[in-house]
């Protein structure tokens, strides 16, 4: 049975006009500048207004034209998600960034049933390599590369 409206496109919409008018609340108390002299609120707030306009757009479609109806949310992919970011706060001042970044990538994998160990490995491996190099070495911030 269709409806006459979008619900997924109209709470889509929503979302970004949400989120749009907590930013916006959010930098109250910055200065905006010019677009030559740009001050602190400046992106913040151009940014909101791009995702208004999106949400504007979103929700309008949403409640002017039919769609299917919303499957039921699925519950592995945000278990596992929630799961890689709080190892990766669990591990990233103890077990280094190594550890950390390698056991993000593997547990926010295991939300999706079509990846394989041969294709989350090497790119745990990859990922992991890539922060250590980037964070550490070419930022030089005082991370702990590993529990070593």
Do not use: Y
């Not at 409806?3 to 108390?29: E, M, Q, Y």
């Not at 913040?44 to 034209?65: H, I, Y």
């Not at 278990?79 to 280094?96: E, N």
């Amino acid at each position: 049975m269709t409806s006459r409206f979008d619900l997924k496109d109209a709470l889509f919409g929503a979302f970004l006009i949400a989120v749009a008018c907590l930013v916006f609340w959010a930098t109250r108390n910055l200065a905006f500048g010019t677009p030559a002299d740009m001050g602190p609120g400046f992106m913040p707030r151009a940014l909101a207004g791009m995702a208004m306009a999106f949400g504007l757009f979103f929700a309008v479609r949403g409640l002017t034209r039919g769609g299917e109806p919303i499957e039921a949310p699925q519950v592995r992919p945000l278990a596992c998600l929630l799961a890689a970011i709080a190892a990766f706060a669990l591990l990233g001042a103890k077990g280094g960034i190594v550890v950390a970044a390698a056991a993000t990538v593997v547990i926010a994998a295991l939300g999706s049933r079509e990846t394989k160990a041969l294709e989350i490995i090497p790119f745990a491996l990859a990922i992991a390599a890539a922060s250590a190099l980037l964070f550490v070495k070419a930022l030089s911030l005082p991370l702990p590369v590993g529990f070593w």
